[in-house]
């Protein structure tokens, strides 16, 4: 039954597609759009509006709810209590090390832990993927201009650092959530860079 519901929709996408009246629309869409696509040579520009794209996606989700982030940074800490209690001259919450990884050692009765993302975090986080998303669709359209091009591979240099620290030294997040974000920000810096004397105009 399910077979026959398929190739019915099948039948009725194709039909569509190819009516006369849609390919013209589909025509008259496509000039439409490519009129507002960058002009450089080359798909670089088209892949940094993509990640444009998506990073204020990014940004907008960070905004929304914690949901995505916290699936992102999803290492779990406790208290750490080896910090010295308050003082006139120590405040145990305003230290960076106030939260320790959760492991056997740190947590060994399996105390409640709990992750790093909060409200501010996130929005923090939004804060910094719009401006990244905003220097991107400016290098886009403008690759030629020395200036751009280089703030632009420093986007991807700020984010592969970031992650990197993240996952290795701070602990807050694992690699396969960030496998994606590792990829595309690997992917922008390479491209960028081996392509530099070919978009610079000196």
């Not at 398929?6 to 009516?19: E, G, I, K, P």
């Not at 509006?49 to 905004?63: D, K, M, P």
């Not at 690759?143 to 091009?149: K, N, Q, R, S």
């Not at 994606?180 to 922008?188: E, L, S």
Request: glycine share 4%; net charge positive.
């Amino acid at each position: 039954m399910w077979i026959r519901s398929l190739m019915a929709s099948r039948f009725f996408n194709v039909c569509f597609c190819t009516h006369p009246e849609f390919s013209i629309n589909c025509r008259i869409a496509m000039d439409t759009v490519k009129d507002y696509l960058p002009q450089s040579e080359g798909y670089l520009p088209y892949y940094l509006v993509l990640t444009s794209i998506l990073a204020v996606g990014n940004s907008l989700q960070n905004y929304l709810t914690l949901h995505f982030s916290r699936r992102l940074y999803n290492g779990q800490f406790i208290p750490n209590l080896s910090l010295p209690p308050k003082s006139a001259k120590f405040n145990p919450e305003d230290s960076t090390r106030k939260f320790v990884p959760a492991n056997a050692e740190s947590n060994p009765k399996g105390a409640r832990t709990q992750d790093q993302v909060t409200p501010l975090a996130a929005r923090l986080f939004g804060t910094y993927t719009i401006i990244s998303a905003i220097v991107r669709i400016y290098a886009a359209y403008y690759l030629h201009v020395a200036p751009v091009y280089q703030m632009t591979i420093w986007t991807y240099v700020v984010a592969l650092l970031h992650f990197s620290s993240e996952f290795a030294v701070y602990r807050t997040a694992y690699f396969g959530p960030i496998t994606t974000t590792f990829f595309f920000a690997t992917v922008g810096l390479t491209w960028m860079t081996s392509q530099y004397s070919f978009y610079v105009q000196a």
